[in-house]
């Protein structure tokens, strides 16, 4: 018997046209197709093939193509509303849906665009962004196969690319058991994209760093695969201790098992030191290699280099784990989906450049904003409908704001200046103290308060500003005789006119002979810096900000004194040029002549090598001391501040103790890996 379903649509060409002529996008579009380059979605050699179609083709020859980039998760809604009862109408309702593109994709429209000039407008269905058990429906293989390729005859290989004309030419010379069982292919299934022209769902499938790298071949692979060697290699009883020592640096992994999302790229950027003592050394290296896979795909620009580097750190991964095939953890092999698609990864950045550009995080917020949210808002009482009618009202609202400001740019409406003709003006009583500082050989970009500052396009990363005017502390030393007493360091005064003399005469410097400094201080318990960060997914001009702390007591806990990255040498690279220190205190004075200097008082660390550790590829820092054993501490400008920086322990043979903890650890270890893999922009800095 048929059933009925209620199904909610906006009509695909209608949402196409008004992000088209939508003006915030102007500037934004490449119309000149007279060169190549490589950096974003845009400029790829898929939508080159498109544009090679469109030109050859006399109907369409001069038009614009526009891609419409796609991405769906029935799980998503399934999880939320609890239906899924409509999967297998997926095909049927994705034609319906994009069936009002379809005259457009033959046939020149002429559109306004974001520059509000007309073109003639070719639209063409592009990338599809999708995770692996969303890759199997659309493509209509059965689960555990390649969507990309057919009778792939090496899981670490590759075979005949698949296409929307072999699939049918199977489909029509084998029976569906054969179809099924040798070459993976769900002969029932018809896929939306045969009423599209020039669309191979097989072609668009994209990379899923998230699902793929991640959660996939890290988390539910690797992870995993290292518990179940150290229970084969050392039995139960004492794998069980030896997970709980690695545990114990993650109170709140549980064994993993709940690290999902956010928390799996955490575990991902401290678990390395963790492991190492527990595992073989060619494990070690396997978890290297993959975070340096993970973090060369994931470069804003990639360059024929990038993609050298790629290949060979991927060769790499393949032969170091083999380790848990040869020991029995996984003797099948590594005929896994997941771990399957990096060897895909090269072609997808050819078709599509920087994996940045179609990146799933960026629509997985979105479902938390159109889908989970609005779920929790409903009465849970045909939830969908309900979640379907508040996001069609927020369209409605969007499109208001988008005419109001049309209008305005348009000159229909009047300026705020205009409307407050004749009233008293506000003043605010809040200034917010703005320091320009800069990172070494790349500077300071100057901005004047209040304003964003510029970004050029040759910009390379970089603290931008230092905001301490709003983070004064209150109810502490406000000279620095007390506040020597109250860090419990005594040489304070003295270290701060060493530094003054070494701003104001720096050829002419004896700690000896410089008489103390005991005037006034202000105390700050955070600086905020913000930097040029392109290779994270961050908001306009790449912009990044980070708070830097120290702070006497963490929410009424334990202190915390973050750990930074200061420059000693802009004509080296990499950690050549940089020593590591941790902030104890944040501090601005104003010396005699009335100039204001802004600074820190740090500890030092020292290089334990003039290269990384071989096995985990980090560099190694001790604590810095003096003769009389006493720490090395210094008092720096913030201008010499490049970025934060993460230290991860350098563990022995033993165990840890409980007592250890991320409060206390920089004071009773003595050795540390300084974490390139924090984020994407340590990664430039520290590799």
């Known amino acids: 018997m048929d059933q009925t379903y209620e199904f909610w649509f906006h009509l695909a060409r209608s949402l196409v ?22 950096q974003n979605f845009m400029l790829g050699d898929w939508l080159w093939m498109q544009a090679d179609k469109i030109a050859e083709d006399r109907s ?166 290292v518990g179940k060697y150290l229970e084969l290699e050392h039995g139960k009883a004492s794998a069980k201790e030896r997970l709980a020592d690695i545990d114990h640096q993650f109170p709140d992994g549980h064994r993993f098992s709940q690290w999902t999302g956010d928390n799996s790229k955490v575990l991902m950027k401290v678990y390395l030191p963790a492991i190492k003592g527990h595992v ?23 360059t024929d280099n990038t993609l050298m580097e790629l290949k060979d750190a991927l060769n790499c991964f393949h032969q170091y784990h083999r380790i848990f095939k040869d020991t029995g953890v996984h003797p099948e092999g590594f005929s896994l989906p997941h771990q399957h698609a990096l060897v895909h990864y090269e072609t997808l950045i050819h078709l599509f450049c920087a994996p940045n550009g179609l990146c799933m995080s960026i629509t997985e917020s979105k479902h938390i904003t159109v889908v989970k949210n609005l779920w ?27 005419a109001h400001a049309d209008f305005k740019a348009q000159g229909m409406l009047p300026t705020p200046t205009e409307s407050l003709k004749g009233k008293p003006a506000v003043v605010s009583q809040t200034t917010t103290v703005t320091v320009h500082i800069g990172a070494g050989e790349n500077g300071a970009i100057q901005s004047k308060d209040g304003e964003e500052p510029s970004l050029d396009e040759d910009s390379s990363a970089g603290i931008v500003d230092n905001n301490m005017g709003s983070h004064q502390a209150h109810n502490h030393a406000r000279n620095a005789l007390a506040l020597a007493i109250e860090l419990g360091i005594p040489s304070l005064p003295k270290l701060i006119a060493c530094f003054i003399s070494e701003q104001l005469q720096p050829d002419c410097i004896t700690l000896s002979i410089v008489p103390p400094f005991t005037g006034h201080l202000k105390i700050f318990y955070l600086a905020t810096a913000t930097f040029i960060a392109p290779n994270d997914p961050s908001r306009i001009g790449s912009m990044q900000h980070e708070h830097i702390h120290a702070i006497p007591s963490w929410h009424w806990g334990p202190t915390q004194h973050n750990c930074i990255f200061v420059s000693m040498d802009n004509m080296r690279e990499g950690m050549l040029s940089m020593d590591v220190t941790q902030v104890h205190c944040f501090f601005s004075l104003i010396h005699t002549n009335g100039q204001m200097f802004q600074c820190a008082l740090v500890r030092w660390f020292d290089h334990i090598a003039d290269e990384p550790d071989e096995l985990t590829g980090m560099w190694m820092v001790a604590p810095s001391f003096l003769e009389d054993s006493s720490p090395h501490h210094t008092v720096i400008h913030i201008d010499s501040i490049v970025h ?35 984020d994407h922009h340590a990664f430039e800095l520290a590799s």
């Open 17 to 38: 046209v008004n992000m088209l002529a939508n003006t915030e996008f102007n500037g934004k579009f490449n119309y000149d197709d007279e060169k190549q380059q490589y």
């Open 60 to 225: 369409t020859h001069g038009g614009t193509f526009v891609p419409v980039i796609l991405r769906s998760d029935k799980m998503m809604v399934s999880v939320a509303t609890d239906q899924n009862d409509y999967w297998p109408l997926f095909h049927v309702a994705m034609s319906r849906i994009l069936a009002s593109l379809k005259p457009s994709m033959t046939t020149p429209q002429v559109l306004k665009c974001p520059d509000c000039h007309f073109c003639h407008i070719i639209f063409g269905l592009g990338p599809y962004i999708a995770d692996y058990p969303e890759q199997v429906l659309l493509s209509g293989i059965i689960q555990n196969w390649c969507g990309s390729i057919a009778f792939p005859t090496d899981p670490d290989g590759s075979g005949t690319p698949q296409t929307s004309e072999l699939t049918q030419a199977l489909i029509e010379e084998l029976s569906l058991g054969i179809l099924w069982d040798e070459w993976g292919i769900d002969g029932n299934v018809i896929l939306f994209t045969e009423d599209f022209p020039h669309t191979n769902i097989h072609q668009l499938l994209t990379l899923d760093i998230l699902h793929q790298l991640v959660k996939g071949t890290f988390k539910d692979h690797l992870v995993e695969w």
């Open 376 to 402: 929790c808002h409903s009465n849970k009482h045909n939830a969908l409908s309900q979640i379907l009618q508040t996001n069609q009202r927020i369209s409605q609202l969007a499109a208001h704001q988008q």
């Open 644 to 678: 934060s920086a993460h230290l991860l322990l350098i563990f022995g043979s033993g165990y840890i103790s409980l007592y250890v903890n991320c409060h206390n650890s920089l004071e009773v270890f003595r050795g540390f890996y300084v974490n390139h893999f924090a």
């Open 280 to 302: 073989p050394n060619n494990v070690i290296h396997m978890f290297h290699i993959f975070l340096e896979v993970c973090y060369i795909i994931c470069h804003n620009v990639i």
